[in-house]
Protein backbone atom coordinates (compact mmCIF):
# COMPACT_ATOMS: atom_id res chain seq x y z
CA UNK A 1 0.00 0.00 0.00
CA UNK A 2 1.98 2.51 -1.17
CA UNK A 3 -0.46 5.57 -0.69
CA UNK A 4 -3.01 6.36 2.08
CA UNK A 5 -6.26 4.37 1.17
CA UNK A 6 -9.92 5.92 1.83
CA UNK A 7 -12.34 4.13 4.37
CA UNK A 8 -15.07 4.31 6.35
CA UNK A 9 -15.73 2.69 9.70
CA UNK A 10 -19.88 1.63 10.43
CA UNK A 11 -21.37 -0.49 12.32
CA UNK A 12 -24.79 -2.12 12.32
CA UNK A 13 -26.85 -3.92 15.08
CA UNK A 14 -23.27 -3.96 17.22
CA UNK A 15 -21.06 -5.57 14.33
CA UNK A 16 -18.85 -3.28 13.27
CA UNK A 17 -16.91 -2.69 9.17
CA UNK A 18 -14.50 -1.14 7.42
CA UNK A 19 -15.77 -0.15 4.24
CA UNK A 20 -13.66 0.92 1.24
CA UNK A 21 -15.40 2.50 -2.14
CA UNK A 22 -13.60 1.10 -4.92
CA UNK A 23 -15.69 1.70 -7.50
CA UNK A 24 -13.09 2.91 -9.70
CA UNK A 25 -10.95 0.26 -9.42
CA UNK A 26 -7.83 1.68 -8.18
CA UNK A 27 -7.10 -0.80 -5.57
CA UNK A 28 -6.06 -4.70 -6.02
CA UNK A 29 -8.06 -6.59 -4.52
CA UNK A 30 -6.71 -10.20 -4.02
CA UNK A 31 -3.73 -8.19 -2.95
CA UNK A 32 -5.16 -6.31 -0.24
CA UNK A 33 -7.02 -9.48 0.63
CA UNK A 34 -3.78 -11.09 3.02
CA UNK A 35 -3.80 -7.72 4.99
CA UNK A 36 -7.36 -7.65 5.88
CA UNK A 37 -7.04 -9.93 9.58
CA UNK A 38 -4.28 -7.32 10.52
CA UNK A 39 -6.63 -4.09 9.47
CA UNK A 40 -9.22 -5.97 11.02
CA UNK A 41 -7.57 -6.58 14.50
CA UNK A 42 -9.02 -4.45 17.64
CA UNK A 43 -6.81 -2.47 19.10
CA UNK A 44 -3.81 -3.09 17.05
CA UNK A 45 -5.26 -1.71 14.11
CA UNK A 46 -9.03 -0.23 12.47
CA UNK A 47 -10.87 -3.11 13.75
CA UNK A 48 -13.54 -4.61 12.42
CA UNK A 49 -15.77 -7.75 12.16
CA UNK A 50 -15.24 -7.47 8.18
CA UNK A 51 -14.20 -5.55 5.69
CA UNK A 52 -16.53 -4.77 2.48
CA UNK A 53 -15.23 -3.41 -0.82
CA UNK A 54 -17.91 -1.51 -2.72
CA UNK A 55 -17.17 -1.70 -6.66
CA UNK A 56 -19.20 -1.03 -10.07
CA UNK A 57 -21.94 -3.12 -11.42
CA UNK A 58 -23.92 -3.49 -14.59
CA UNK A 59 -26.81 -4.98 -13.19
CA UNK A 60 -27.25 -3.36 -10.17
CA UNK A 61 -26.42 0.62 -8.49
CA UNK A 62 -22.88 -1.17 -6.73
CA UNK A 63 -21.23 -4.23 -6.50
CA UNK A 64 -19.63 -5.71 -3.18
CA UNK A 65 -17.26 -8.26 -1.90
CA UNK A 66 -17.69 -8.97 1.67
CA UNK A 67 -14.67 -10.71 3.80
CA UNK A 68 -14.62 -11.77 7.44
CA UNK A 69 -11.99 -10.86 9.95
CA UNK A 70 -9.67 -13.72 9.01
CA UNK A 71 -10.06 -12.32 5.71
CA UNK A 72 -12.21 -15.46 3.67
CA UNK A 73 -14.77 -13.86 1.26
CA UNK A 74 -18.65 -14.75 2.24
CA UNK A 75 -21.82 -14.96 0.10
CA UNK A 76 -23.77 -12.13 2.69
CA UNK A 77 -23.47 -10.85 5.69
CA UNK A 78 -27.17 -8.95 7.24
CA UNK A 79 -25.45 -6.37 8.95
CA UNK A 80 -22.72 -5.78 6.92
CA UNK A 81 -25.12 -5.69 3.84
CA UNK A 82 -26.96 -2.57 5.31
CA UNK A 83 -23.82 -0.67 6.16
CA UNK A 84 -22.97 -0.63 2.52
CA UNK A 85 -26.53 0.46 1.32
CA UNK A 86 -26.53 3.15 4.13
CA UNK A 87 -22.58 4.30 2.42
CA UNK A 88 -23.72 4.13 -0.69
CA UNK A 89 -27.04 6.58 -0.45
CA UNK A 90 -24.73 8.83 1.83
CA UNK A 91 -21.79 9.02 -0.88
CA UNK A 92 -24.36 9.64 -3.65
CA UNK A 93 -23.77 5.63 -5.53
CA UNK A 94 -27.29 4.71 -5.15
CA UNK A 95 -31.19 6.53 -4.01
CA UNK A 96 -32.76 5.50 -1.11
CA UNK A 97 -34.47 2.53 -2.63
CA UNK A 98 -31.52 0.16 -4.16
CA UNK A 99 -30.26 -3.07 -4.79
CA UNK A 100 -26.79 -4.34 -5.07
CA UNK A 101 -24.71 -7.28 -6.40
CA UNK A 102 -23.46 -10.29 -3.83
CA UNK A 103 -22.69 -13.71 -4.37
CA UNK A 104 -25.75 -14.45 -2.76
CA UNK A 105 -27.56 -12.99 -5.47
CA UNK A 106 -29.43 -9.24 -5.73
CA UNK A 107 -30.25 -7.75 -3.01
CA UNK A 108 -32.55 -5.06 -2.37
CA UNK A 109 -32.47 -2.04 0.58
CA UNK A 110 -34.39 0.56 1.41
CA UNK A 111 -32.35 3.62 3.52
CA UNK A 112 -34.41 6.27 5.54
CA UNK A 113 -32.23 8.00 8.13
CA UNK A 114 -30.25 6.01 10.20
CA UNK A 115 -32.27 3.09 9.59
CA UNK A 116 -32.08 0.41 6.96
CA UNK A 117 -34.26 -2.63 5.53
CA UNK A 118 -32.44 -5.34 3.63
CA UNK A 119 -34.29 -7.54 2.00
CA UNK A 120 -32.43 -11.21 1.64
CA UNK A 121 -32.76 -14.24 -0.65
CA UNK A 122 -35.21 -17.18 0.87
CA UNK A 123 -33.56 -19.62 3.29
CA UNK A 124 -32.16 -22.54 1.71
CA UNK A 125 -31.42 -26.16 3.28
CA UNK A 126 -33.72 -26.12 6.74
CA UNK A 127 -33.40 -28.99 8.81
CA UNK A 128 -35.21 -29.34 11.88
CA UNK A 129 -33.60 -31.69 15.06
CA UNK A 130 -30.54 -32.58 13.92
CA UNK A 131 -28.42 -34.95 16.08
CA UNK A 132 -24.73 -34.28 16.51
CA UNK A 133 -22.50 -36.35 18.37
CA UNK A 134 -20.52 -34.17 20.48
CA UNK A 135 -17.79 -36.20 22.39
CA UNK A 136 -19.59 -38.23 24.74
CA UNK A 137 -23.35 -36.14 24.15
CA UNK A 138 -26.01 -35.91 21.88
CA UNK A 139 -26.69 -32.34 20.77
CA UNK A 140 -29.87 -31.35 18.97
CA UNK A 141 -29.86 -28.18 16.52
CA UNK A 142 -31.90 -26.53 13.52
CA UNK A 143 -29.95 -25.45 10.67
CA UNK A 144 -30.45 -23.05 8.07
CA UNK A 145 -29.38 -20.92 5.17
CA UNK A 146 -30.22 -17.35 5.10
CA UNK A 147 -27.54 -16.01 2.64
CA UNK A 148 -24.78 -18.29 4.80
CA UNK A 149 -25.26 -20.87 6.99
CA UNK A 150 -26.55 -21.46 10.69
CA UNK A 151 -26.72 -24.06 13.20
CA UNK A 152 -29.64 -22.74 15.49
CA UNK A 153 -29.30 -24.31 19.57
CA UNK A 154 -32.34 -23.32 22.42
CA UNK A 155 -30.23 -22.53 25.00
CA UNK A 156 -32.85 -22.74 28.48
CA UNK A 157 -29.74 -19.93 30.30
CA UNK A 158 -28.03 -17.91 27.60
CA UNK A 159 -25.98 -16.39 30.65
CA UNK A 160 -24.47 -19.78 31.00
CA UNK A 161 -24.26 -21.15 27.26
CA UNK A 162 -21.04 -22.23 26.15
CA UNK A 163 -20.82 -20.37 22.79
CA UNK A 164 -17.15 -20.22 22.40
CA UNK A 165 -16.70 -23.81 23.32
CA UNK A 166 -19.70 -25.64 21.81
CA UNK A 167 -20.06 -23.22 19.47
CA UNK A 168 -16.57 -23.83 17.95
CA UNK A 169 -16.77 -27.59 17.56
CA UNK A 170 -20.55 -27.26 16.40
CA UNK A 171 -18.27 -24.61 14.00
CA UNK A 172 -15.89 -27.19 12.69
CA UNK A 173 -18.62 -30.44 12.91
CA UNK A 174 -18.20 -32.65 10.06
CA UNK A 175 -21.94 -32.43 9.29
CA UNK A 176 -21.44 -29.21 7.92
CA UNK A 177 -18.14 -29.57 6.03
CA UNK A 178 -16.63 -28.51 4.18
CA UNK A 179 -17.77 -24.94 4.24
CA UNK A 180 -19.11 -25.27 8.30
CA UNK A 181 -21.20 -23.44 9.82
CA UNK A 182 -21.85 -20.05 12.17
CA UNK A 183 -23.69 -21.23 15.43
CA UNK A 184 -26.61 -19.04 16.99
CA UNK A 185 -27.38 -20.16 20.81
CA UNK A 186 -31.25 -18.57 21.16
CA UNK A 187 -33.77 -17.96 23.80
CA UNK A 188 -37.32 -17.34 22.97
CA UNK A 189 -39.41 -15.32 25.37
CA UNK A 190 -43.03 -13.83 24.58
CA UNK A 191 -41.99 -14.17 20.95
CA UNK A 192 -39.07 -12.02 21.60
CA UNK A 193 -35.62 -14.05 20.82
CA UNK A 194 -32.46 -13.10 22.65
CA UNK A 195 -29.33 -14.53 20.54
CA UNK A 196 -25.67 -15.11 21.06
CA UNK A 197 -23.73 -16.07 17.79
CA UNK A 198 -20.42 -17.79 17.57
CA UNK A 199 -19.58 -16.38 13.51
CA UNK A 200 -17.45 -18.25 11.09
CA UNK A 201 -14.58 -16.24 9.73
CA UNK A 202 -14.34 -14.05 12.89
CA UNK A 203 -13.59 -17.37 15.06
CA UNK A 204 -15.24 -15.72 18.05
CA UNK A 205 -18.44 -15.06 19.74
CA UNK A 206 -19.56 -10.88 17.98
CA UNK A 207 -21.69 -8.73 19.52
CA UNK A 208 -24.56 -9.48 16.67
CA UNK A 209 -25.05 -11.03 13.33
CA UNK A 210 -27.56 -10.47 10.96
CA UNK A 211 -27.94 -13.21 9.06
CA UNK A 212 -28.09 -15.08 12.34
CA UNK A 213 -31.14 -13.25 13.91
CA UNK A 214 -32.99 -13.84 10.78
CA UNK A 215 -32.12 -17.67 11.00
CA UNK A 216 -33.00 -17.40 14.67
CA UNK A 217 -36.66 -15.81 14.06
CA UNK A 218 -37.21 -18.59 11.10
CA UNK A 219 -36.43 -21.10 13.09
CA UNK A 220 -38.54 -20.07 16.09
CA UNK A 221 -41.66 -19.38 13.70
CA UNK A 222 -41.09 -22.82 12.06
CA UNK A 223 -41.09 -24.18 16.12
CA UNK A 224 -44.21 -21.81 16.85
CA UNK A 225 -42.82 -19.83 18.92
CA UNK A 226 -42.36 -16.47 17.37
CA UNK A 227 -44.29 -14.74 14.72
CA UNK A 228 -43.18 -11.66 11.85
CA UNK A 229 -42.21 -9.05 12.80
CA UNK A 230 -39.91 -10.71 15.33
CA UNK A 231 -37.58 -8.55 17.68
CA UNK A 232 -33.92 -9.97 17.91
CA UNK A 233 -31.48 -8.84 20.11
CA UNK A 234 -28.12 -10.01 20.05
CA UNK A 235 -25.47 -10.03 22.27
CA UNK A 236 -24.69 -5.83 21.30
CA UNK A 237 -28.77 -4.66 22.65
CA UNK A 238 -29.13 -3.17 19.22
CA UNK A 239 -32.94 -4.79 18.59
CA UNK A 240 -32.95 -6.04 14.97
CA UNK A 241 -36.66 -6.55 13.47
CA UNK A 242 -36.95 -9.50 11.37
CA UNK A 243 -40.10 -9.88 8.74
CA UNK A 244 -40.67 -12.63 6.28
CA UNK A 245 -43.87 -14.30 5.09
CA UNK A 246 -44.56 -18.09 6.26
CA UNK A 247 -47.22 -20.60 5.37
CA UNK A 248 -46.15 -23.09 3.16
CA UNK A 249 -42.76 -21.78 2.55
CA UNK A 250 -41.32 -18.87 3.93
CA UNK A 251 -40.48 -15.41 1.29
CA UNK A 252 -40.03 -12.10 1.20
CA UNK A 253 -37.10 -12.19 4.70
CA UNK A 254 -36.06 -8.78 5.29
CA UNK A 255 -33.78 -7.10 8.00
CA UNK A 256 -34.10 -3.83 9.35
CA UNK A 257 -32.21 -1.82 11.99
CA UNK A 258 -30.05 0.96 12.76
CA UNK A 259 -26.93 2.00 11.03
CA UNK A 260 -24.29 4.61 12.26
CA UNK A 261 -21.15 6.33 9.97
CA UNK A 262 -18.79 6.57 12.73
CA UNK A 263 -15.67 7.75 11.02
CA UNK A 264 -14.18 8.57 8.03
CA UNK A 265 -10.23 7.91 7.61
CA UNK A 266 -6.95 7.04 5.85
CA UNK A 267 -4.96 3.91 5.99
CA UNK A 268 -1.56 4.04 6.39
CA UNK A 269 1.10 1.09 6.25
CA UNK A 270 1.53 1.35 9.72
CA UNK A 271 -1.73 0.40 10.36
CA UNK A 272 -0.70 -3.80 8.44
CA UNK A 273 2.25 -3.85 11.22
Not at 121 to 142: F, H, T
Not at 159 to 180: S, T
Not at 217 to 230: C, K, N, V
Request: proline share 5%.
Amino acid sequence: MKEPLEFYKMTGGGNDFILIDNREGKIDVDALRPSIPQLCRHKLSVGADGLIILEHSAKAHFRWRFFNADGSEAEMCGNGGRCAARLAHLVGMAPADLTFETVAGLIRAQVKGRGVKLTLPPPSDIRLGISLPIEEEEVSVDFINTGVPHAVIFAPDLLKADVIGLGRRIRHHEAFQPAGTNVDFIKVDNGTVAIRTYERGVEDETLACGTGAVAAALIAGLRGLAFSPTTVIPRGGEPLTIYYEGGGKIKDVSLEGEVRLIYRGWLDEESLL
